[in-house]
């Protein structure tokens, strides 16, 4: 165990943790120059072509140190994104030590912050590394003062690198050898487990990710789940190099995968603690804490005969990544579905593409929401997430909406357009403060409904992709909420219905009533599209009607007969436009998801 380092890489986006991580690959020559592709460990085709990391990856790496002796160290990926810092919380529980990558030209960032204290709350060893030192706006003496005042950690300790060239590296493994901690554990006590990821093989069952603190784990032995008390037999334990690689045994310290033919996907819960079936430990690990989503939205498939796909879809799904929760709901436009919560409008993305990608299901997703507080007269409280649940607007005392707080960094220069941005979403208790010359941190309470559309997008358009956003929720406050529902032809879609305060309820309107115009086809009879607060119509357009030419055939002669033949079209337009039901394509839904992003 003395000889075992569990470390991962930790950074805001876009600071070089894959590439670290491939030049780490490379010196410890575990893959040859032919099969080696950048982003290794990003093996989700959606990684590769957004450019970041969605998923945690674990790697087993073999070191030889200048004093000779040899090492394992168990290397995890993890992502930058502030949706996906549940998957770092998670990577964390697993590893001693962690690497805080720096930026030499940006610095400290908003999300390098949070990451640095989930690595504490972890109670992990944390050694600075000052990354990309050889771009020409570096500044690797500013950034490793920002690491000692901003930070609090020991200059002594910083390293520094070039991930894309290579230079630097083999000082890194020398220092994780010197100051990360091996892992403590006892090998001969009862084995104790702890599940830290698990993902789903067709031909294998579930393939769980686990780092062992007490024991030893080997094929043909019977484990024990303990949040369930189910029992399998382990079919093959192992580490996880650049393929999945068995051995005979893994004990306390080691970080691998077990199989042990779990078809069951309810039965894996990262968290959770495996154990012996004929020699348990006393008590379980804490696990960890549950998770809070913020963006909640329905999924239906296109296909109603698709149901029973995507409830299967989402439970291994859920397996994989445990911040994705799900319930069924129904819709009247839409048939049977799920009303899922997510970390933010990015994960959100992500999961969409993953199950059409991943699963072949298509997918239609309502308007993403938060949750709402709902205080009646009667005294009771009422938690709305869905806009079909919207309660009587007679029986509201008060409502109250998800506030956060928002940490965004960006240059001097900027200050006035994001001053404005946050105006406009309703931002309150602004202040800021300069971390170094130029660069200005600026905080903002803001309403977490005006974020979850396009405030992030906008933030980088703003400030030309420099400004780095983090947040982190609140508290509740009184807001004046109102249910905006979108008629077709004088009927209510449910599905197309939202929650929004009321100041922008008639933009968002206008907008969604602008968006079904283009996307709905030209009946026979004219169709009206209106949103509606309550009873009052807020916003209108219209589709007009497709004229056939009932006079085409009367040439010449009276015009009382060419009058005769319009009024009697027009007779059974009106007859037509009673009975007449608007089909909305589905693409039409997708269109008005849309404009709100």
């Known amino acids: ?9 930790i950074a805001h986006i876009d600071h070089g943790k894959s590439t670290l991580a491939d030049r780490m690959i490379q010196l410890c020559q575990q893959v040859n120059a032919r099969d080696f592709q950048d982003q290794l460990l990003d093996n989700m085709d959606i990684e590769r072509e957004r450019g970041i990391t969605i998923k945690s990856q674990t790697i087993c790496l073999p070191y030889t140190a200048d004093d000779g002796k040899e090492y394992i160290l168990n290397l995890v990926d993890t992502p930058g994104h502030v949706d996906f810092s549940y998957e770092v919380s998670r990577a964390l529980s697993s590893c001693e030590g962690a690497l805080l990558l720096i930026d030499a030209a940006q610095g400290v960032e908003a999300q390098t912050l949070a990451n640095l204290y989930l690595a504490m709350e972890n109670d992990l060893e944390i050694l600075p590394v000052i990354n990309k ?5 570096a500044d690797p003496e500013g950034v490793a003062l920002q690491i ?6 020991d200059i002594d300790l910083v390293q520094q690198c ?15 050898v010197k100051h990360i901690p091996p892992p403590e554990g006892d090998k001969k006590a009862p084995l104790q487990a702890l599940i830290f990821d698990a993902n789903y093989d067709p031909f294998r069952g579930t393939i769980i990710s686990i780092k062992i603190i007490n024991g030893t784990i080997k094929a043909r032995d019977t484990i024990k789940f303990m949040s369930n008390n189910s029992e399998y037999r382990v079919e093959e334990v192992g580490l996880f190099r650049v393929k999945r690689e068995a051995v005979k045994s893994l004990s306390a310290g080691d970080v691998g995968y077990i199989l042990a033919g779990v078809k069951t996907v309810s039965d894996t819960r990262p968290g959770d603690t495996i154990t012996l079936a004929d020699n348990p430990c006393a008590k379980a690990l804490a696990g960890f804490k549950e998770v809070q989503q913020v963006v909640f939205s329905s999924i239906y498939p296109i296909a109603t005969d698709d149901y029973e ?3 299967t879809a989402l439970e291994k799904l859920q397996l994989n990544d445990a911040a994705l929760t799900f319930q069924k709901d129904t819709s009247a436009a839409l048939g049977f579905g799920f009303r899922c919560g997510f970390l933010g409008l990015l994960h959100l993305e992500v999961i969409q593409e993953r199950l059409e990608r991943e699963f072949d299901i298509s997918l239609i997703l309502t308007v ?5 507080n709902f205080y009646l007269k009667d005294c009771s409280k009422l938690v709305v997430d869905n806009p079909a649940y919207f309660p009587d607007p007679m029986q509201i005392d008060r409502v109250e909406e998800p506030y956060i707080k928002a940490t965004i960094l960006i240059p001097e220069r900027y200050m006035g357009a994001l001053m404005t941005l946050c105006m406009e979403r309703r931002g309150e208790n602004t202040n800021y403060h300069y971390p170094m010359p130029g660069r200005i941190e600026f905080s903002c309470e803001l309403p977490l409904a005006e974020v979850i559309y396009d405030f992030y997008d906008k933030l980088k358009s703003i400030t030309q992709g420099y400004g780095s956003f983090d947040y982190e929720l609140y508290d509740y406050r009184k807001s004046d909420l109102v249910k905006l529902d979108i008629l077709v032809n004088g009927e209510i879609v449910d599905a197309l219905s939202q929650l929004a305060h009321r100041e922008n309820a008639r ?8 968006r079904l115009k283009e996307e709905i086809p030209r009946q026979m009879f ?14 209108r357009t219209n589709i007009s009607a497709l004229r056939k030419d009932v006079t085409a055939k009367c040439y010449g002669g009276d015009i009382t007969r060419k009058r005769k033949l319009l009024e009697k079209q027009k007779a059974g337009k009106k007859r037509m436009k009673t009975v007449g039901n608007v089909e909305i394509p589905q693409k039409a839904f997708l269109a008005v998801l849309k404009s709100e992003q």
């Open 1 to 9: 165990m003395q000889n075992i380092r569990n470390f991962s890489i």
């Open 133 to 137: 030192i050889d771009l020409p706006s």
């Open 148 to 153: 000692e005042e901003d930070l609090g950690l």
């Open 162 to 176: 070039s991930a894309k060239t290579g230079t630097g590296v083999k000082a890194i493994f020398e220092a994780i």
């Open 309 to 311: 796909a995507l409830a």
């Open 368 to 372: 993403p929401s938060v949750k709402y």
């Open 507 to 514: 933009a968002r309107g206008l907008r969604a009533c602008e």
């Open 526 to 539: 004219k169709i009206a599209i209106q949103a509606a607060i309550g009873g009052s119509i807020v916003a």
